[in-house]
């Protein structure tokens, strides 16, 4: 699983599963002691600095966490994001979102940036008052690259 940005949330999880974090550039410092901790304890947790570019090959990522989606202020800016990823997913690869939101309107926003990123079989999770799970699946790569297309138009 790849997670997107959040160091403390791939610490967290790499606890139970093999993660790659792919953080900004600005958190050099935090993502060594990210590492550092990780090998200490004997957790499969990779960290990579990213830019814009996602250091990954097609079709290599089975799923991809971005924590606050929400927090996205411009929907197209975040529906981007999600594009920028479909590339790197398997065929039967997922986008996951965790969000922290109360506000149905929020998490009807979420569910149309998954929709603008061409994501298909969404579903939405409430497992706690005020936390949100938004899951789908990768579309058709055919799908994928004319959403590409059309964007770099």
């Known amino acids: 699983m790849v997670v997107l940005s ?8 790499a606890s139970e599963i093999p993660i790659l974090a ?24 990779a960290v990579v600095m ?3 570019d996602l ?3 097609p079709g290599s990522v089975g799923a991809v966490l971005v924590d606050s989606l929400v927090d996205i202020e411009d929907a197209g800016a975040a529906a981007e994001l999600l594009l920028g990823v ?16 109360k506000n149905p ?18 579903s939405q999770l409430r497992p706690r008052d005020g936390a949100l799970i ?8 055919a799908v994928t690259a004319a959403r590409l297309r059309a964007l770099s138009a």
């Open 6 to 13: 959040t160091l403390w949330l791939a610490e967290t999880l």
């Open 22 to 45: 792919l953080v900004e550039e600005g958190k050099h410092a935090a993502a060594l002691r990210a590492q550092r901790r990780a090998r200490k304890l004997g957790v499969p947790l």
């Open 50 to 52: 990213a830019a814009s």
């Open 55 to 57: 250091p990954l090959l």
């Open 86 to 101: 479909l590339p790197t997913l398997r065929p039967d690869g997922i986008v996951v979102s965790l969000d922290a939101t």
């Open 105 to 122: 309107e929020l998490e009807s926003r979420v569910s149309g940036i998954f929709l603008a990123a061409s994501l298909t079989g969404i």
């Open 134 to 141: 938004t899951v789908a699946r990768a579309p058709h790569a």
